[in-house]
C-alpha cells in the first residue's frame, strides 16, 4: 500500500500547474488523495474584457485623443526592458500599465545594435552584408517585438518606440549600441574611434541606410497577430532616436530630422512621429530644432527631466519648453523624467504638466514580475532604483527604491487628473499568481511563485492529505524581492500549521546625491543564478524522499490589492 501511495504522491507532484479539480484521479486510493475543491474568491480586473478599438491617437491643439475623441493625455512610465524580457514579464508590464492608469502609455527602449555589450544573438541589428548591400536582422529578437506590440494590442497599451539610440561618447556607456557601432559595420571600421570621421547628421550614405532600417522596421509583418507594424495603431508614435544630440549641447539638426520623419510618414502615414532630440543646454530656443518645429510631418516634441539640478534638466523647464513648442502648433510630451529628490517635487512637476496643457509624460523608469518569482531590478546610480507596481515603503531590498510607494501612487492620481477624471476608489484586483515547490539546501523546502500584477501581499493556503477543507497558513507574503528570490517556507510534517513571516525593513531616507545620468546601466533582474527557480524541482522529484508519516499536503496562494481585496487562487501544487 504503500508503494501504491507513494506512487500516487508522485504522479500529484508533476502535476503542478494543474487545476485541483482536474487532477488524475484514476483509482479509489488517487481519489482520496485529491485536494478539496479551493475556496471561491474574487476575480481580478487586470485582463481587459470588451476593450473598445482606440484607433490611432492623434494631435490637437497640444492635447492628444484617440479614434472615438477620447482625450488622451497621459502620466506613466517608460519600460526600458520591454523588448528584450521574457512573455510573462511582457504581459506582466501590460496588466500593470492597463488596470493602473488612465491612459496606459509606455516607451520601450531602442532597436539593439550588435556593440561592446551586445552580442548577435542580442541584436535586433547583427551587421552589414556588402553582398545584399542591407543590414542583417535578428530574426528571433524582432519576434520578441512582435509579441511585446500583440500584447500591447491585447491591453490597448500604446506604445512609444524610439529607434535608434544616441552615441554618448563613450564606450563605457554604450548599453544597447547605438548610431556610432552602425557607421563602424556600414563603414568596415575596426574601432569605435574610428567612427568619429563619419558625421551622422550629416553623411548621406548613413542617412539612407538607416532608412533601410526604417523600411525594415515599418514593412515588417507582425508574426504574433500579422499587422504591418506601419499600420498598427498600438504604435502611438515613433520616435527618430533616443536622446538624439548634436555637438553634445543642441537637438538633432532640423533637416535630419524631417528627412527621417519624411520616410517614416511615407511608409506609417497615420502614426504621430516624435523628434527624438535632447539638447542638453539650459535654453528653451535652442533645444528645439526650427525646421523641424515648422514641419507639418513632426507631430510631437519631447524632452527628459531629471531632479532640478543641472539647469539642463531642470524639471520646471517644463512650462516654457511647452508653450514654445505650442506657439508652433505643436504638441509637447515629455519623453522621460524623474530621479527626484522628494514627493513634493513629482507632485509639482505634475501640477506643471497640466498646468501647461503638457500632453504626456513617462517617469523612467518602471520594472515587472520576473519569469524567475520576484521582480526584475535595475539601478540607476546615486542609490536611485527602477519602480515596480503597487509599491512598497519602506523597502525590504536593497535594489528597491525608498520612495517608490508614492512615486507609483503619485503617478497613477495624476494619470487621472490629465484627463479630468476621478481617481478610481479602488486600486486594481491581482492576476492569479503561479506557483512552484522549490527545495532549496539552504532554505529547505518551501513555495515560489510568478506575482500577480498590482498585487500588494500574497495569502498561502494549504490542506494536508485526506482533510477536506483549506486552511489559510499565512495571511502576509511579500514578493518585493530580487529576481529568482521569492520564496515561502512550508512544513511538510505539518502542512496546516500558521506562518508568520516577519519582514525587515531598509531605511526610507532618499538620497539626496546629483543625478549623473549613466545612461544606461546594466539590469540586475537575471543573475546567473537564482535560488529559487523552477527548474530546481525536477532535481527535487528525483530526491528519494524521506518518511514523512503522509503528514504532505497540498498549497495555493493568491494576491491581495492594496485595499485588502484578494483576487483569485493560484494553481494547486503537492509538497511531500
Not at 442 to 469: I, K, M, P, R
Request: with cysteine.
Amino acid at each position: 500500500m504503500q508503494t501504491i501511495i507513494q506512487s500516487l504522491l508522485f504522479g500529484l507532484s508533476i502535476a503542478i500547474g494543474v487545476n485541483a479539480l482536474a487532477l488524475p484521479a484514476p483509482t479509489h486510493a488517487a481519489r482520496a488523495f485529491a485536494p478539496p475543491a479551493v475556496p471561491s474568491s474574487n476575480s481580478a480586473n487586470v485582463d481587459p474584457s470588451n476593450l473598445p478599438n482606440y484607433g490611432f491617437i492623434r494631435p490637437s491643439n497640444g492635447h492628444l485623443y484617440d479614434g472615438l475623441g477620447n482625450l488622451w493625455d497621459f502620466a506613466t512610465f517608460n519600460s526600458p526592458h520591454l523588448l528584450t524580457c521574457e512573455p510573462f514579464e511582457v504581459v506582466d508590464t501590460m496588466r500593470t500599465l492597463a488596470a493602473g492608469f488612465a491612459r496606459p502609455v509606455s516607451r520601450t527602449y531602442v532597436l539593439q545594435v550588435t556593440s561592446i555589450n551586445i552580442p548577435a544573438d542580442q541584436a535586433h541589428i547583427v551587421s552589414w552584408d556588402n553582398t545584399t548591400m542591407d543590414w542583417v536582422y535578428n530574426e528571433a529578437m524582432f519576434q520578441k517585438m512582435d509579441f511585446v506590440l500583440a500584447t500591447a494590442a491585447q491591453y490597448g497599451v500604446k506604445i512609444v518606440h524610439p529607434i535608434i539610440n544616441q552615441d554618448y561618447g563613450s564606450q563605457d556607456t554604450n548599453y544597447a549600441g547605438n548610431w556610432a557601432d552602425l557607421i563602424r559595420m556600414r563603414y568596415g571600421f575596426a574601432t569605435y574611434e574610428d567612427t568619429y570621421a563619419v558625421n551622422w547628421f550629416a553623411d548621406p550614405i548613413m542617412l539612407e541606410s538607416f532608412k533601410l532600417i526604417i523600411n525594415y522596421y515599418l514593412n515588417r509583418i507582425n508574426t504574433v497577430n500579422g499587422i504591418r507594424y506601419g499600420d498598427d495603431p498600438t504604435f502611438l508614435a515613433h520616435e527618430t532616436g533616443n536622446e538624439m544630440n548634436y555637438l553634445g549641447y543642441l537637438p538633432a539638426p532640423g533637416n535630419w530630422t524631417v528627412a527621417v520623419a519624411t520616410f517614416i510618414k511615407s511608409l506609417a502615414p497615420r502614426t504621430m512621429v516624435l523628434d527624438g532630440s535632447l539638447a542638453r543646454n539650459n535654453y528653451t530656443d535652442q533645444s528645439f530644432a526650427l525646421e523641424a518645429l515648422q514641419s507639418p510631418l513632426v507631430d510631437l516634441f519631447s524632452y527628459h527631466y531629471y531632479r532640478d539640478n543641472p539647469p539642463a534638466y531642470d524639471y520646471r523647464r517644463i512650462n516654457a519648453d511647452s508653450a514654445y513648442v505650442q506657439s508652433f502648433g505643436k504638441t509637447y510630451v515629455v519623453g522621460e523624467h524623474g530621479f527626484y529628490a522628494n514627493y513634493s517635487e513629482f507632485s509639482d512637476f505634475f501640477y506643471r504638466q497640466k498646468e501647461s496643457n503638457t500632453a504626456g509624460s513617462m517617469v523612467w523608469s518602471i520594472r515587472p514580475h520576473s519569469a524567475e518569482g520576484g521582480f526584475i531590478t535595475h539601478g540607476e546610480g546615486d542609490g536611485i532604483f527602477s519602480y515596480h507596481a503597487p509599491g512598497w515603503s519602506p523597502q525590504q531590498t536593497a535594489d528597491f527604491d525608498p520612495l517608490e510607494l508614492g512615486i507609483i501612487h503619485i503617478t497613477r492620481n495624476a494619470s487621472y487628473t490629465m484627463v479630468n477624471n476621478n481617481v478610481p476608489a479602488f486600486f486594481p484586483i491581482p492576476n492569479a499568481p503561479e506557483i512552484w515547490v522549490v527545495n532549496n539546501a539552504t532554505a529547505g523546502t518551501g513555495l515560489s511563485w510568478l506575482g500577480g500584477a498590482w498585487a500588494q501581499h500574497y495569502e498561502v493556503w494549504a490542506v494536508q492529505f485526506g482533510n477536506l477543507f483549506w486552511t489559510k497558513i499565512a495571511t502576509y507574503v511579500l514578493d518585493d524581492v530580487d529576481a529568482g528570490t521569492a520564496y515561502f517556507p512550508i512544513d511538510v510534517y505539518a502542512p496546516e500549521q500558521a506562518t508568520t513571516i516577519t519582514y525587515s525593513a531598509l531605511p526610507t531616507n532618499a538620497p539626496n546625491i546629483p543625478w549623473s545620468d549613466p545612461k544606461l546601466p546594466k539590469t540586475t533582474g537575471h543573475p546567473g543564478w537564482l535560488p529559487f527557480k523552477r527548474d530546481q524541482m525536477g532535481e527535487a522529484r528525483d530526491t528519494p524522499q524521506p518518511d514523512l508519516g503522509w503528514k504532505s499536503g497540498f498549497y495555493v496562494m493568491r494576491g491581495v490589492s492594496v485595499d485588502g481585496i484578494p483576487g483569485p487562487f493560484s494553481n494547486v501544487v503537492i509538497a511531500y
